[in-house]
């Protein structure tokens, strides 16, 4: 086996299968400009190496990813340098376009066929990198959250990949509107994961179908992976990725936004956009039920 352990991430290479190893469980496995950057190098090291036929992404620690590692001004340029860089030059959104947009479409444009092993949270931008490859093969005990829109008031992801893992606006304005939470088996049932499985038959699992898979000359995987990614495209999703920075880059500094973060900052919410998104939530559902309109059960949001 051929095994580099990076500054964030183990890269391991073994017959056709190349496995890339989220490694800050102390962090969550949460996403900073060097986690970006490594999984970016490994993404090209796979692609040019003709003897890798499948890539694996999985992690180490509690769970998969818990999204973008939240940061102050003060640190900023520490651990996001492409954020302080664009802040100088005075761009509105290339620093994240850099580290959050441009990174997930490399994920998505890999030519070769890809598959993540997802066990506990997948949170945020967590969640893309958890999504994004062709076959998601999740542990019972993962889950799956977007809470930026009640956690931050951003309007979703830097790449806001839902409306096409859902491929329903129903239930991807319903998951991101809510900052809903969804546990695996719910995930497999409106399709966004293929198969749940129990998390100590995850890794297995994963390992023997990708092994199936590159039973196939490489060739022809990346022939379907070409077809079905560009269908895919034909119907706008790759626009639609490059699109969302630029929105949610507007949206982030509206007016009621700054107003909205500053009463969830009075109000104590916090400290994360997770917490924020429960905290508002149960006060929504308290206010109803204090206000006399409930007329019975109603579904209780889910942390």
């Not at 076959?135 to 309007?155: K, R, S, T």
């Given at each position: 086996?051929?095994r ?9 290479k ?10 800050r ?6 996403q900073n400009s ?25 992690a ?5 990813c ?6 102050g001004r ?15 030059a ?7 376009a850099d ?5 997930v479409l490399?994920l ?18 967590g969640?893309?990198?958890a ?19 009640q ?35 719910e995930?497999q ?7 749940v499985?129990?998390r ?9 179908m ?10 022809t ?7 079905v ?11 639609h990725?490059?699109?969302?920075v ?13 107003a ?12 994360g956009?997770?917490?924020?998104a429960?905290?508002?939530m ?10 006399g309109q ?5 579904a209780?949001?889910?942390?």
């Amino acid at each position: 086996m051929d095994r580099q352990e990076l500054d964030t991430v183990i890269y391991e290479k073994e017959g056709p299968v190349a496995r890339i190893i989220l490694n800050r469980p102390e962090k969550a496995n949460a996403q900073n400009s060097a986690m970006v950057s490594d999984v970016d190098r490994c993404l090209t090291d796979a692609e040019r190496d003709y003897g890798v036929k499948v890539l694996i992404l999985k992690a180490n620690g509690r769970g998969f990813c818990a999204g973008h590692e939240a940061t102050g001004r003060a640190d900023l340029g520490e651990r996001f340098p492409e954020f302080a860089a664009a802040s100088e030059a005075g761009h509105p959104w290339k620093g994240q376009a850099d580290l959050f947009t441009w990174p997930v479409l490399h994920l998505w444009e890999f030519q070769k066929p890809s598959m993540s092993a997802v066990h506990g949270y997948a949170i945020g931008g967590g969640s893309y990198f958890a999504l994004i490859p062709d076959v998601v093969v999740a542990a019972e005990d993962a889950y799956f959250q977007m809470p930026l829109v009640q956690g931050l008031g951003f309007p979703g992801g830097e790449t806001t990949i839902e409306p096409w893992v859902m491929m329903n606006f129903h239930r991807a304005y319903e998951y991101l509107y809510l900052a809903r939470t969804v546990d695996a088996g719910e995930a497999q049932r409106i399709g966004m994961v293929n198969r749940v499985v129990p998390r100590d038959e995850l890794d297995d699992t994963v390992e023997l179908m990708a092994r199936q898979i590159a039973q196939a000359p490489l060739s022809t995987l990346m022939g379907v992976k070409a077809l079905v990614k560009r269908a895919w495209e034909g119907m706008g999703m790759r626009t639609h990725l490059q699109q969302a920075v630029e929105v949610m880059e507007l949206v982030g500094r509206g007016g009621d936004v700054a107003a909205w973060r500053e009463e969830n900052a009075e109000r104590g919410y916090g400290p994360g956009p997770r917490q924020v998104a429960a905290q508002r939530m149960a006060a929504a559902e308290a206010d109803f039920r204090n206000s006399g309109q409930d007329g019975g059960p109603a579904a209780s949001w889910s942390p």
